[in-house]
C-alpha cells in the first residue's frame, strides 16, 4: 500500500472518529458540550465564553472537514504535495477534536484544557504549511484553506474560553464583572 493510500485512510478513519465526537458533544449519543463537566462550559459559565448563537460555526467546520475528506481521495489530488504535509496535521486535529469533547464527557477540565491547546498547536502547524504552499484553485482555498483558517481561528477563542473556565471550575474568582444572570460561586 502507498504512503499516498495510508494517508488517506487515516484521515478518513479520524474523520470518522470527529463524527462519533461530534454525535457525544452534541447530545445524540452523549451530553451536550454545555451541560457535560457540570455546566462549566456552558455560554455564560465565564465573561469570555462564546455566546450560544456562536456554536452554529460548527456546522461550516464540520462541513469543510468533510469537504477535506473527500478532497484527498480526489484523483488529480491523490499525489498532491500539498495534501502530504497536511493530511496528517489534518487527522490528527480531527481526532484531537473528538477527544476534546470526550473528555469534556468525563468533567476532565485540565485534560481538556491540555486537548485543546494540543489542537491549537497542530491547527497553526497545519495553516502554517498551508500558507507556505499556496492553493493551486480557488476550490482548494475554500474547502481546505478556509476549513482550517476557520477552525484555528475557533480553536483561539475557545482555548481562551477553555482555560478560563477550567480556572473558574478550579476555585479562582474571576477578574471583575459577572454575567449577567448568573452569580459566580
Not at 458533544?25 to 451536550?32: D, E, F, H, L, P
Not at 496535521?89 to 477527544?99: E, I, P, R, T
Not at 468525563?106 to 491547527?123: C, D, N, P, R, Y
Not at 480553536?155 to 476555585?171: F, K, P
Request: charged residues 10%; glycine residues 10%.
Amino acid at each position: 500500500m502507498s504512503q499516498d493510500r495510508i494517508r488517506q485512510l487515516v484521515v478518513t478513519v479520524s474523520g470518522v472518529v470527529c463524527v462519533f465526537g461530534t454525535l457525544l458533544g452534541t447530545g445524540v449519543i452523549g451530553t451536550r458540550v454545555a451541560e457535560s463537566s457540570g455546566g462549566t462550559l456552558a455560554a455564560d459559565a465565564t465573561l469570555i465564553a462564546p455566546a450560544s448563537t456562536a456554536f452554529s460555526i460548527w456546522s461550516v467546520i464540520y462541513l469543510g472537514l468533510l469537504a477535506y475528506v473527500i478532497w484527498q481521495w480526489l484523483p488529480a489530488h491523490r499525489r498532491d504535495d500539498r495534501l502530504r504535509a497536511t493530511g496528517y496535521l489534518g487527522a490528527a486535529s480531527m481526532v484531537l477534536n473528538a477527544a476534546w469533547l470526550m473528555v469534556t464527557q468525563v468533567g476532565w477540565l485540565w485534560v481538556s484544557v491540555a486537548v485543546m491547546i494540543a489542537l491549537l498547536v497542530t491547527l497553526g502547524r497545519l495553516v502554517d504549511h498551508l500558507a507556505r504552499r499556496p492553493a493551486t484553485s480557488t476550490v482548494e482555498r475554500v474547502a481546505v484553506d478556509g476549513t482550517f483558517g476557520l477552525y484555528l481561528g475557533w480553536v483561539c477563542v475557545a482555548t481562551c474560553a477553555n482555560i478560563a473556565a477550567t480556572l473558574v471550575a478550579s476555585g479562582c474568582p474571576p477578574p471583575v464583572g459577572r454575567p449577567r444572570g448568573r452569580r459566580w460561586s
